[in-house]
Each structure stands twice: as structure tokens, then as C-alpha cells.
């Protein structure tokens, strides 16, 4: 892997190495993560799906849950419900119920490379508007990434948080300003440069073939502070918020969209 400073941003390109690396470990996270959606229903618990979820990466020879015990979080997955944005622990005595918003978010590691993703799931009768707030989130996300595609030879940082934000405008929702994609390095699943969901166009740090980074909206209504909350991870706002997030790969003229 190649050390770059370009536009006061630092990062690495990546490697063939790397990549192929990279494509296994959000192979095995994608199909995690359909294992994970697959068994969420009323009555089941955010550790039993945490569970699911982590014995199917473990399954896999060498594969590694990126998450668990980086900077002490202690599970695979982050499983947060409702009011819960992200980063929310799993626990036995934590059950999901029918109306509930959950979502999910995890990382592979492979050999030093990293796949990292999450997804929204509706859990049985939520109400309409929070129906169009995950549609118009996983769409800002594509959009985004469609948007790379299209003028790869000339965007920058805030081109991505330009589509986004306008995406969640569209609905009156608001972006969370305060967390934000990002890049990925070996064996370190937070790295520059980071993508705020939020942004002017032409501006930041220009995309460059051979970047890899993580696109992750966060939507919602009303207010968009966050907090922490007592058990030092789970990050809460004041109505129920969603999430998605893929990783990408940039070449020199389309996009590898790894976690999927």
C-alpha cells in the first residue's frame, strides 16, 4: 500500500493485494449481514442476532469480526433499535418488537483488509414516515455512489455529502452532521479521509483511483444532535434515526461497491 499526501488529505491507495482481500472479507460481511436481517423478527434478542451474525464470519477460516474488541467494544455487531443510532451493544435482555427500527452495522477483516457495512431494518408495522426515511436514506447512499461513477475523474469529498444532504432535504430530514463515513486501513477500520453526510460541491479532498472508504448516511426528522450515552458506545437522537453504509473501491473509470 502506497502513502499519499494530496490536498492536505491523508491517505493510502490500496494494492491489488489488498483488494482481493478486501472483495473476500465483504463477501463473508454481506452474507452476515442477510443471516443477521433473515432472523430479526418480534421476540428475538439484539445478542441472539449479534450471535448469528458473528458465528457465521467465524465460520469462515482467517475472518475476523472487525468490531469486537476494537477500542474495547465488546461484540461483532453493533445492533441499535429505535432512538439508538449507532454503536448500540447487544444484550440477552435487549428484545425486538413489532414497529421497531433497527440497525445493523459490522465489519470483516481478511487478512489485514477490511469490509465494513450496515443496513436499516423495519421490523414488522413502523409508521409510514419512517418507511420513507429508510427508502430516501439507502437511496442517497446509491445515489451517491452512482454519482462518483458517473464523474469519477473529477469529484471531491463534498460532492458525496452534497448528494446526500440534498437527498435527505427532499423529505425534511436532516443529515447527522456530527458522524460521518470514512477510509479504512489495515487492520484500522476508521482512517482518513472522512465523508461527512453533509457538503459543497468542489470541494475537499479530490477522489483518487485506488481509494477505498466507507459512504454512510445517517436521516433524521427534527433536531440532528446526537449523545452519548452512559455505556460509553451507544449514540442516541431525540426521534428514531437510520442508517446505511457501504464500502467502495475507486478505480480509474467505475466503482466496486465490496459489500455487495
Known amino acids: 500500500m502506497k502513502i499519499n499526501n494530496f490536498d492536505s488529505g491523508y491517505y493510502t491507495l490500496k494494492d491489488d493485494e489488498w483488494l482481493k482481500n478486501q472483495r473476500l472479507a465483504g463477501k463473508v460481511l454481506k452474507q452476515a449481514m442477510d443471516e443477521m436481517e433473515s432472523a430479526i423478527k418480534p421476540g428475538i434478542s439484539t445478542q441472539e442476532v449479534n450471535d448469528i451474525g458473528e458465528k457465521y464470519i467465524l465460520s469462515n477460516n482467517d475472518y475476523i469480526p472487525t468490531f469486537k474488541g476494537y477500542m474495547g467494544f465488546p461484540t461483532a455487531v453493533c445492533i441499535s433499535v429505535n432512538k439508538e443510532l449507532v454503536h448500540g451493544i447487544p444484550k440477552a435482555d435487549k428484545i425486538i418488537n413489532d414497529g421497531d427500527v433497527v440497525k445493523l452495522d459490522s465489519g470483516v477483516t481478511y487478512k489485514g483488509a477490511i469490509a465494513d ?124 434515526g437510520v442508517h446505511y453504509e457501504h464500502t467502495i473501491f475507486v478505480h480509474e473509470d467505475h466503482i466496486d461497491i465490496i459489500t455487495e
Open 117 to 240: 457495512m450496515a443496513r436499516t431494518i423495519a421490523v414488522g408495522n413502523i409508521d409510514n414516515k419512517y418507511k420513507m426515511l429508510i427508502e430516501f436514506c439507502k437511496k442517497s447512499l446509491y445515489d451517491s455512489i452512482e454519482y462518483i461513477g458517473k464523474n469519477i475523474e473529477n469529484i471531491r469529498l463534498g460532492d458525496i455529502g452534497n448528494v446526500i444532504q440534498k437527498s435527505a432535504s427532499r423529505i425534511n430530514a436532516n443529515v447527522i452532521k456530527d458522524l460521518s463515513g470514512h477510509g479504512l486501513e489495515e487492520n484500522i477500520p476508521h482512517w482518513a479521509p472522512f465523508i461527512f453526510n453533509y457538503g459543497e460541491r468542489k470541494t475537499g479532498i479530490k477522489i483518487r483511483p485506488r481509494m477505498t472508504f466507507c459512504i454512510e448516511p445517517m436521516f433524521v426528522y427534527g433536531n440532528d444532535k446526537i449523545k452519548l450515552q452512559d455505556d460509553k458506545w451507544t449514540i442516541t437522537t431525540e426521534d428514531i
